[in-house]
């Protein structure tokens, strides 16, 4: 115990807050920089602090301590600002769930040879409830770019906006809503409801007191910034609004739309002053030139136009881009215009010459937004390929790539200081960056793509995951490292299991095959053809003879290992198999569906009674559970074979007595779509696109232990020692987990 926790449990409650509220800003005050250092560097300091006072008040305490008045020692703020870093970007998790403060610092600041942060996380081990203790440091670490991430929104973010004074942004997304953030502490400010379908645009008027949406509903709606409420809707002959720009003079309003018009509207009365005709298809952006004289308009005609806006005349059009142009920017000079386009490029544009200077770069996908810095000498572009990248304007050099969403980047926005941006993407986050500090990409190492499956081998020392990237890795689950990569399939690696010799692997993909691997060499043995859809599960039976795989064909086969044939087909669900898994006898199956069913299916008893039900496998199914209200995702079963666990679109877990054929109770504590089951002994893991995994323990039918992800989780399994948990994350990290059910020594 340290001795801020002894001098802390002498007080009553209201002593404790009091305490940890005034005891930083004193020390700082008295320049006792050696007790704030302590204080600061204190585990249980830090704890109690997030549990009184919040997370903001407890980032805001390193402020006061990195100070040069107050520590001098740079060494000394360093460390600080590491441990103040990782905090940041752990706000939108423990703001929502503190218990996850222990986790969150372990495994972002675990990388960190530091006696100091080695200390401090040597305390966090010592919890008093059971927890899961991450093995490596699998959340991207302080030192980089990735300054926090805002989570909120329950759909795609479309667009952000900034306001002039930097101090606020505001989002639209396709859940219906605004959002309006603090940039500074995250917090979430106010929720803009009133459009009733995607809204796809926002920008602020230039005196920062207005923000201005156009949505899918046919409106562009303007919101009072101060008191966050709706003060006028435009509307009339406007169709599916894609963008909307204020001219710097704040005096109109000008929105592009799905049908090909642009729509310049007054907006102080609303009133239409130009209708400007001229795109033969989708109009998805705007900008204005400085001297609010010029409209540059980006079309799903592949083509930008440039428009008088005092006499709502076309004054010419360029054309390079082979796909639409989905962004448009203009320099702050007013002399050159950027843009991105679906053909992946970034090009920039003379607008006195009116043709095309140069093409900065390419992304790996569609050009979803571009932004200028106030300097106007670099160019920020957000892509479909979950990037962020910045260009020097003037050499047109690739200087950096921001790697942290998920999912397409779908807007992007740059503070007046230059010194941040924001952007928006389709995993429903917004991240906040720095751009002028920070190391480029210290992400640790995992797949590039969503990890769908896991698996441990029976030897307790191997962990396969396949993923999204089309590739099979295997990792040491001693320590996390990555062993080698198996590259073969043609599509997203969606199964993963191992037989229980741990010599090989199967896998099911996109590319309709299972395959087999030798897990020593990598080595493909052998590839199934016959599923004419996604395989999106395999099991293996306990003997290591079958191979069971179940397809978005709505079949499940079985492969004998051996030779490599199919034995059996097995059909009945009227909907593709989510999931398959075998009991431990081995002499049956239970698959998961769409259908909202799990089946149960009889393998036989020997080859014999296999062959003669070869491909009139509908005679081999036992029973049928029904109960969920949706597709079921995941089936496990207990090592008695006794218990059947299913997890599904809907959040609860069904507990099915296998006896009986009947539910037999439900496991409730999930937010979203249960992703993956697993079992061993009377515990069971689920993990969630809630971001969680959960262990529970199927005797007091309640949560064991909590740990929460930075994305989706899409995968679990349990290593034989029953205390180490795989888990795979949509953003492509493999969490190494053990579950501490007592305080580490």
């Known amino acids: 115990m340290s001795d801020f926790t002894h001098g802390l449990d002498q007080m009553q409650p209201a002593e404790q807050t009091h305490c940890l509220g005034i005891l930083p800003s004193q020390l700082a005050a008295t320049s006792d920089s050696e007790k704030l250092y302590s204080l600061l560097t204190d585990y ?37 600002k590491l441990i103040q870093e990782a905090i940041r970007l752990s706000s939108h998790i423990i703001a929502k769930d503190p218990t996850q403060l222990a986790a969150q610092l372990i495994a972002r600041l675990m990388r960190f040879e530091i006696p100091e942060i080695q200390a401090l996380l040597a305390q966090a081990k010592h919890q008093k409830n059971p927890w899961l203790r991450p093995l490596t440091p699998s959340f991207t670490p302080p030192g980089g770019r990735l300054l926090r991430t805002l989570t909120g929104h329950t759909d795609w973010v479309q667009a952000v906006a900034i306001t002039p004074d930097g101090k606020q942004a505001i ?96 907006l102080a009365t609303g009133e239409v002053i130009f209708n400007l005709k001229g795109h033969s298809s989708f109009v998805q952006s705007i900008a204005v030139t400085p001297d609010s004289k010029r409209l540059i308009s980006g079309s799903g005609d592949n083509s930008i136009k440039v428009w008088n806006l005092e006499t709502g ?48 770069g390419i992304h790996n996908s569609f050009v979803q937004a571009v932004a200028v810095t106030p300097d106007g000498k670099r160019v920020i572009s957000a892509a479909g390929d979950k990037t962020l990248k910045v260009w020097n304007l003037e050499t047109q050099a690739e200087l950096f790539t921001f790697t ?62 396949g993923s999204g990237d089309n590739s099979i890795k295997v990792w040491n689950l001693e320590n996390g490292e990555e062993l080698f990569a198996i590259p073969g399939h043609k599509d997203w690696v969606k199964a993963i299991a191992v037989t229980p010799d741990s010599k090989k692997i199967v896998s099911g993909s996109g590319d309709k095959t299972v395959k087999v691997w030798n897990l020593e060499t990598g080595q493909e043995i052998f590839t199934f053809t016959g599923h004419t859809d996604w395989v999106n599960s395999v099991a293996v039976t306990p003997d290591g003879k079958l191979a069971i795989s179940g397809s978005a064909d709505k079949t499940i ?23 398959v898994t075998v009991t431990p006898d081995g002499k049956r199956i239970i698959s998961a569906a769409g259908d909202k069913t799990l089946k149960v299916w009889s393998l036989g008893k020997d080859e014999n009674i296999l062959a003669t039900f070869w491909n009139f496998a509908v005679k081999n199914q036992l029973f049928t559970l029904k109960g969920h209200e949706s597709f079921v995702n995941a089936v496990a079963v207990t090592a008695d074979g006794k218990w059947a666990i299913s997890g599904g679109r809907e959040t609860p877990i069904k507990v099915w007595n296998l006896s009986s054929r009947k539910e037999a109770f439900t496991l409730a504590g999930h937010a979203d779509a249960v992703t993956s089951v697993a079992t061993l002994g009377n ?22 232990a909590t740990f929460r992800g930075d994305s989706a989780l899409k995968a679990c399994a349990i290593a034989p020692d029953g205390v180490t948990i795989v888990a795979a994350e949509a953003s492509g990290q493999v969490h190494f987990l053990r579950l501490e059910l007592v305080s580490s020594q």
């Open 44 to 80: 249980n300091f830090i704890e109690a602090k997030l549990s009184a006072s919040g997370v903001q008040a407890l980032i805001e305490d390193y402020d006061l301590a990195t100070c040069p008045d107050i520590i001098s020692s740079e060494q000394k703020a360093d460390k600080l």
């Open 171 to 266: 989002s639209a997304s396709s859940d219906h809503t605004l959002k309006v953030w603090h940039l500074e502490t995250g917090e979430e400010l106010a929720t803009l409801k009133g459009h009733l379908t995607y809204v796809n645009a926002v920008a602020v008027t230039p005196d920062g007191t207005k923000v201005i949406s156009g949505s899918w509903d046919n409106t562009i709606k303007i919101w009072d910034l101060a008191t966050k409420t709706e003060i006028l809707t435009f509307a009339g002959d406007t169709f599916a609004v894609e963008a909307v720009a204020v001219t710097p003079d704040g005096k109109r309003v000008i929105s592009g739309s799905w049908d090909g018009s642009i729509k310049v509207w007054n």
């Open 313 to 360: 005349k076309e004054l010419f059009t360029l054309t390079d881009h082979a796909d639409w142009v989905k962004a448009v920017a203009v320099t702050p000079d007013g002399e050159q215009i950027i843009s991105g386009s679906y053909d992946g490029t970034v090009k920039v544009w003379s607008l006195s010459r009116r043709e095309k200077l140069f093409t900065l």
């Open 404 to 465: 942290n969403h998920i999912a397409p980047v779908n807007a992007v926005a740059v503070t007046p200081d230059g010194k941040r941006i924001v952007s928006g993407s389709s995993d429903k986050t917004l991240k906040v960056w720095h751009l002028e500090i920070g190391q480029e990409n210290l992400s640790y190492a995992g797949h590039d793509d969503w990890v769908n499956a896991v698996a441990v081998t029976a030897d307790g020392t191997k962990v396969i995951s």
């Open 557 to 579: 086969k079985v492969w004998n290992l051996e030779t490599g044939e199919e034995v059996l087909t097995f059909i009945g669900h009227t909907d593709g198999i989510k999931a």
């Open 683 to 704: 515990k069971v893991i689920s993990v969630s696109d809630d971001n969680t995994l959960k262990v529970w323990d199927l005797l007091s039918r309640k949560v064991v």
